[in-house]
């Protein structure tokens, strides 16, 4: 069985774009979640979909959201960039909203 | 206070040598995770305990919840051990992951 993918892997963009990730869990897993990994702050939750709807968020500003298709993949968006969303976005799904958690490779973002 | 703490922040070994990492936290959880990541970013779920013991090769979990204190041991290190290694738990108030700063480990051949 595939494994969690995110695209893209690596990605460069200016302050004020806005960015669109993508993880695809593994297949018939229903849920994902999005985490922010950044050397100051470490790890943190972003948000969680479970079939199309957003389950849990974080504490992040607006300026970051997601979705989650039918399909299960998901995507999450960050307007206005700001240098501090440098980051490494970790996104990881299971079955159906339970604990265990099966990580992708990560999309390492950097705003210049 | 950070609700998930980790000792030591780094830790350097020989290899052969035994090896304990700790983690204590203050929140009523449902589970915790130790998870490793490797340079490059991947991270890999090593154990997932909701109390006692579990053991996998060389690794061992080990979890009091009374004590809200869980330990990561590894036995016989080996350089392909370097690595940080992250607990998390799943609390039962938020329904979410809250990590530990993780555990620099490096291992000398």
């Known amino acids: 069985k595939a494994g969690v993918t995110q695209t893209p892997r690596y990605l460069i963009k200016t302050r004020g774009q806005q960015v669109t990730l993508s993880c695809s869990p593994i297949s018939g897993h229903r849920s994902v979640s999005w985490y922010q990994q950044t050397p100051g702050q470490g790890l943190q939750f972003l948000f969680e979909?479970?079939?199309?709807?957003?389950?849990n968020k974080g504490n992040f500003p607006g300026r970051f959201s997601g979705r989650q298709f039918s399909n299960s993949r998901s995507e999450m968006n960050v307007s206005t960039l700001e240098l501090g969303d440098s980051a490494l976005y970790l996104c990881a799904s299971n079955l159906a909203g339970g604990y265990e958690q099966y990580f992708g490779p990560g999309t390492r973002l950097t705003v210049t | 206070k950070n609700e998930v703490e980790q000792s030591p922040q780094n830790l350097t070994a020989q290899e052969g040598e035994f090896i304990t990492i700790n983690c204590s936290y203050s929140?009523?959880?449902?589970?915790l995770h130790w998870l490793q990541q490797h340079p490059g970013g991947g991270i890999v779920s090593l154990f997932m305990l909701s109390s006692g013991k579990k053991k996998h090769g060389r690794l061992i979990a080990t979890i009091n919840i009374q004590e809200k204190h869980s330990s990561l041991h590894i036995t016989a290190s080996h350089p392909r051990d370097s690595a940080v290694y992250i607990c998390?738990?799943?609390?039962?108030?938020?329904?979410?992951?809250?990590f530990g700063e993780g555990t620099q480990l490096t291992v000398n051949p």
């Open positions: 979909y479970f079939s199309e709807t957003q389950r």
């Open positions: 929140v009523g959880i449902s589970a």
């Open positions: 998390a738990v799943w609390e039962t108030s938020g329904s979410r992951l809250t």
